[in-house]
């Protein structure tokens, strides 16, 4: 068992089996030591944990939530890629967020800090990385928030 294993255990974290992909993508790609996580929606048991607009029907607090279930989606991928291995994570390079929102909503940053906190608090200052946070008027199947990422291994 890897520290990350060992911490996401901490958490009470369990990473389920990553999910296949919905449409003609794939969940992530290698290039050299980069792996490349395709957007993660909040998913949890199959289905979307938190739909709607932030700001409108969801709380800032749920919004954060909902990007945390993005984040640890993301780990399933990533442990995927990494062959089971997270131990071989070498940093959390950049997270991209979108945020399902109304036009006036201005707090896409607040709301992406539940996936930014998230890396930080599974990989300490490895999982501090660059960051995009935008809002959007819609996202696949009404979830409210979703994330990908980019990491080095």
Same mark, same amino acid.
């Given at each position: 068992?890897?520290?990350?294993?060992?911490?996401?255990?901490?958490?009470?974290?369990?990473?389920?089996?990553?999910?296949?992909?919905?449409?003609?993508?794939?969940?992530?790609?290698?290039?050299?030591?980069?792996?490349?996580?395709?957007? @993660?929606?909040?998913?949890?048991? !199959?289905?979307?944990? #938190?739909?709607?607009? *932030?700001?409108? &029907? /969801?709380?800032?607090?749920?919004?954060?939530?909902?990007?945390?279930?993005?984040?640890?989606?993301?780990?399933?991928?990533?442990?995927?890629?990494?062959?089971?291995?997270?131990?071989?994570?070498?940093?959390?390079?950049?997270?991209?967020?979108?945020?399902?929102?109304?036009?006036?909503?201005?707090? @896409?940053?607040?709301?992406?800090? !539940?996936?930014?906190? #998230?890396?930080?608090? *599974?990989?300490? &200052? /490895?999982?501090?990385?660059?960051?995009?946070?935008?809002?959007?008027?819609?996202?696949?199947?009404?979830?409210?928030?979703?994330?990908?990422?980019?990491?080095?291994?």
């Amino acid at each position: 068992m890897t520290i990350i294993d060992q911490k996401l255990k901490s958490l009470g974290i369990i990473l389920p089996d990553a999910p296949k992909a919905v449409a003609n993508y794939v969940p992530y790609v290698i290039v050299g030591n980069m792996v490349i996580i395709s957007g @993660q929606l909040p998913l949890q048991d !199959g289905r979307v944990a #938190f739909k709607g607009k *932030v700001g409108q &029907d /969801l709380t800032l607090e749920e919004g954060q939530a909902a990007a945390r279930q993005c984040a640890i989606n993301i780990l399933t991928h990533l442990k995927a890629a990494c062959e089971g291995n997270l131990g071989q994570v070498q940093r959390c390079v950049r997270l991209g967020g979108f945020v399902n929102c109304s036009p006036d909503y201005m707090d @896409q940053p607040k709301v992406i800090n !539940g996936a930014s906190d #998230f890396m930080v608090e *599974v990989f300490g &200052d /490895l999982g501090r990385h660059a960051r995009a946070a935008v809002g959007v008027n819609a996202l696949p199947l009404g979830a409210a928030v979703e994330v990908e990422a980019t990491f080095l291994i």
